[in-house]
């Protein structure tokens, strides 16, 4: 990745009389893929739109390759250089090939250049043979590859994807996703995506920013969020279903010893004696075995339990146990 492509500083949505995003500093580097997750209401899509220039803000500025991107001609140019993918495809009502092809006739490029950019878009999503259908005859999947040719045709700086793939099923989103991960590494180009799906997320992206409230509560490389939460609402957002605090009781060298109720349980990291902390633990980290824990283990943790509740969730089972603290497996 290069340097900063896009740049917010201070800046306010309010509807309402209500601050729906604000955003003190916000930046995205040149050639990143950067996933804004969060609940329904967080304000991802409105931070998408603000940064598209689609939507204006009460306070604030976007800046674009250092320049403020703002004026009417300052504005037209940048959407001339970016491109934007809704949840719903919004297509034409006319073929697929026409619709590809309408951000590059609005550029005014020659209709040799708009053909050969077309055929190379429809084939980089996997669309080429619906190229003369009408965009009204095609299935939701199709729709939406073309609207990623539409938007990729143009070879923009920057594309932003407001949780394109939500409305779609499981196998036909993850085959546009496998198409899409192709197509940015073709590309190079930067994406800002919004999505609530965050296995979408860690798949596609470079970096994550988690949103609540209006507000960017985290930001960083998926393991550092997935697995270093800032606060108990990302723990919990980002799949840990175990979140307990307890006292640190004993330090060692990379590791402490944290007292929760009458469990002690040793941890890896660094701590000061007597500090109140944190444990977050994932579901899929813990494991069950039958019995009496006699026989030695390498692992720091063995704690007895007793089995609560069994709940099947799909293809696996959530166990409830009962350690002296509530703990999900």
């Known amino acids: 990745m290069n340097g900063t492509i896009l740049k917010a500083e201070n800046v306010l949505v309010k509807r309402g009389g209500v601050d729906v995003l ?36 009460q306070r604030g500025a976007i800046m674009f390759r250092g320049q403020d991107a703002d004026g009417r001609s300052a504005i ?53 043979h619906l190229a003369n259908r009408s965009a009204r005859k095609i299935s939701g999947g199709e729709a939406q590859r073309t609207s990623l040719a539409r938007a990729f045709a143009i070879d923009p700086e920057i594309v932003f994807l407001d949780e394109p793939f939500s ?12 198409d899409l991960d192709r197509a940015l590494r073709a590309k190079s180009v930067t994406v800002v995506m919004a999505t609530h799906d965050q296995n979408e997320a860690i798949r596609l992206a470079d970096r994550i920013a988690v949103m609540k409230d209006g507000r960017i509560v985290q930001i960083g490389v998926p393991e550092e969020v997935m697995n270093r939460p800032a606060d108990e609402f990302v723990a919990s957002f980002v ?18 010893v944290v007292q929760v109720g009458d469990r002690r349980i040793e941890a890896t990291g660094v701590a000061r004696t007597g500090e109140l902390v944190t444990l977050c633990l994932r579901p899929e980290n813990i494991v069950i075995s039958k019995g009496e824990c006699a026989a030695p283990t390498s692992v720091r943790n063995a704690i007895p339990a007793v089995v609560t509740k069994i709940t099947q969730n799909g293809f696996v089972y959530r166990v409830q ?9």
């Not at 590809?100 to 080429?128: D, N, Q, T, W, Y």
């Not at 605090?245 to 990379?254: D, I, K, L, M």
Request: negative net charge; aromatic residues 8%; glycine residues 10%.
């Open 22 to 57: 604000d955003l003190p500093s916000f930046e995205v580097k040149e050639g990143e893929v950067l996933a804004l997750i969060g609940p329904n209401g967080a304000g991802k899509s409105t931070l998408l739109l603000c940064l598209a220039r689609l939507l204006d803000f």
């Open 76 to 128: 037209v140019d940048y959407r001339r250089r970016i491109a934007m993918v809704f949840q719903e495809p919004l297509l034409f009502d006319t073929d697929c090939y026409t619709n590809v092809a309408s951000g590059l006739k609005i550029r005014g490029l020659p209709r040799g250049a708009i053909r050969k950019r077309v055929e190379e878009a429809l084939s980089l999503f996997g669309v080429s």
């Open 167 to 178: 409305s779609l099923d499981p196998p036909t989103r993850d085959a546009i996703i496998d």
């Open 239 to 256: 799949g840990m279903e175990t979140i307990m605090t307890g006292r640190v009781a004993e330090t060692n060298a990379g590791s402490f």
């Open 321 to 329: 146990l009962d350690c002296g603290f509530p703990l999900t497996a």
